[in-house]
């Protein structure tokens, strides 16, 4: 019976654009590449960062990796408050608890991060449990994250869920063994979604809670 949800945060939980594509922009330049489109940038939202910097920008490993040290000294001390929490999500985490399941975050966000982003909001109450990446480049990927969380949570895959809005997400999940169920207020698409393989897709947060009940009253 699923009785553990673990939840995205950038994209899902909170609408980062501002903070991270400036912050792009900001380590682009430094590479010599000016790029005045934020909306373009919306690719960096979700995946690991270096990753994208090598893909998107055609860097190298260890420039990508320069990139991203050069992305943090802006993210640190301002871009990690460009950011808004989704209308709704505080009380969608409330009934959830109240409901009796076990929130968590699984996120490719540094931790020490997402956890300074979930006080400013506050959000931190709401959640059991908060899971991310290293700031040394340790478990950026989805499927790590999501095992470290069922680690620290005391939770199995027959016993989780995970919730978010992007096709690394779902790979994530299917990969750490768990459901996933897809957003359509975050950063991916229905298309990119429904082609990962999400469990379900939800509109809004008061969807998303019916969504999330609906699975769990359903799973043996």
Excluded at 65 to 90: D, K, L, S, T
Excluded at 143 to 160: W, Y
Aim: aromatic content about 6%; hydrophobic content about 40%; overall charge negative.
């Amino acid at each position: 019976m699923i009785s553990t949800i673990l939840f995205d945060l950038d994209g899902t939980l909170t609408d980062p654009k501002l903070g991270i594509t400036r912050c792009v922009q900001h380590a682009l330049a430094h590479f010599g590449i000016i790029e005045p489109d934020l909306d373009k940038l919306e690719v960096f939202i979700g995946p690991p960062l270096q990753e994208m910097f090598a893909s998107y920008a055609h860097l190298d490993w260890e420039q990508a990796a320069e990139a991203v040290a050069v992305y943090r000294e802006r993210f640190a001390p301002v871009g990690i408050f460009e950011n808004e929490v989704y209308p709704g999500i505080p009380e969608m985490l409330g009934r959830l608890r109240e409901a009796g399941l076990h929130l968590g975050l699984a996120t490719s966000k540094p931790e020490v991060y997402a956890r300074r982003i979930l006080d400013h909001f506050g959000l931190s109450p709401l959640l059991d449990e908060v899971t991310g990446s290293e700031l040394s480049g340790e478990r950026t990927h989805k499927d790590d994250v999501i095992r470290e969380a069922m680690r620290r949570m005391h939770a199995d895959p027959g016993s989780t869920l995970m919730v978010g809005d992007r096709e690394h997400d779902i790979i994530g999940a299917h990969a750490a063994g768990i459901p996933c169920i897809g957003v359509l207020f975050g950063y991916g698409s229905e298309a990119e979604l429904s082609a990962a393989g999400a469990q379900a897709l939800a509109q809004d947060p008061a969807d998303l809670v019916q969504q999330i009940l609906t699975i769990c009253s359903a799973r043996p």
